[in-house]
Structures are given as structure tokens and as C-alpha cells.
Nanobody, 113 residues
Framework: QVQLVESGGGLVQPGGSLRLSCAAS?????LGWYRQAPGKQRELVAT???????NYRDSVRSRFTISRDNAKNTVYLQMNSLKPEDTAVYYC??????????WGQGTQVTVSS
């Protein structure tokens, strides 16, 4: 079982920045982030493979950057120009080459003035 430990969430004003981190217990093919706002479905934010091929949700592409440090089994999400609509619980996500998925506990990101 892959364990995912997240950090970096918090309260930030609109236009501000946060960096989320997620450390995986072992190397894994795909890492990324989903988010879920109250009353809404969980949605993909960004993912990245071990080869550093990244995908982004269109609404965050110009503002967020996903990266990973394979030596540390850690994925990061740099979030800039945050908007109130980015407010959600952000969940670290992992998927191995067999298609098994793993989830972190979630970290709250609140964007509010």
C-alpha cells in the first residue's frame, strides 16, 4: 500500500501563492493532485509521470506548476495567482503502472480576503 503524506495547505488572500507537497512512501509512476469543493465533484488539477510529463486542468494551467523529485518520491504543486474558486480540499493522488490508485488524506486550501 502506497502512503501519501501532504503538507502546505492553508489560508491565503486572492492573488497569493501556496506550495503543496506530497511525499509518497515509494516510487510510483504517476503523481498528482485532485481537489473537491463543498457540494462539487472531485476534479483533477494536475498530474505528472515519473518522466515528468505533466497534464493540467485548463483553468489552472497558466497559474499552477506541478513538479516532482523522484529521489524523494515527492510531488509539488506551486499555486500562484490564487482565486476564491480555487478553494477546496486538495488530495494527493498516485497511480501505479497496474492502474491501482492511492489517495492522501487531503489538505484544505482556502482563498479568501
Amino acid at each position: 500500500q502506497v502512503q501519501l503524506v501532504e503538507s502546505g495547505g492553508g489560508l491565503v488572500q486572492p492573488g497569493g501563492s501556496l506550495r503543496l507537497s506530497c511525499a509518497a512512501s515509494e516510487s510510483i509512476f504517476r503523481l498528482g493532485w485532485y481537489r473537491q469543493a463543498p457540494g462539487k465533484q472531485r476534479e483533477l488539477v494536475a498530474t505528472i509521470t515519473s518522466g515528468r510529463s505533466a497534464n493540467y486542468r485548463d483553468s489552472v494551467r497558466s497559474r499552477f506548476t506541478i513538479s516532482r523529485d523522484n529521489a524523494k518520491n515527492t510531488v509539488y504543486l506551486q499555486m500562484n495567482s490564487l482565486k476564491p474558486e480555487d478553494t477546496a480540499v486538495y488530495y494527493c493522488y498516485a497511480r501505479n503502472l497496474l492502474g491501482y490508485e492511492f489517495w492522501g488524506q487531503g489538505t484544505q486550501v482556502t482563498v479568501s480576503s
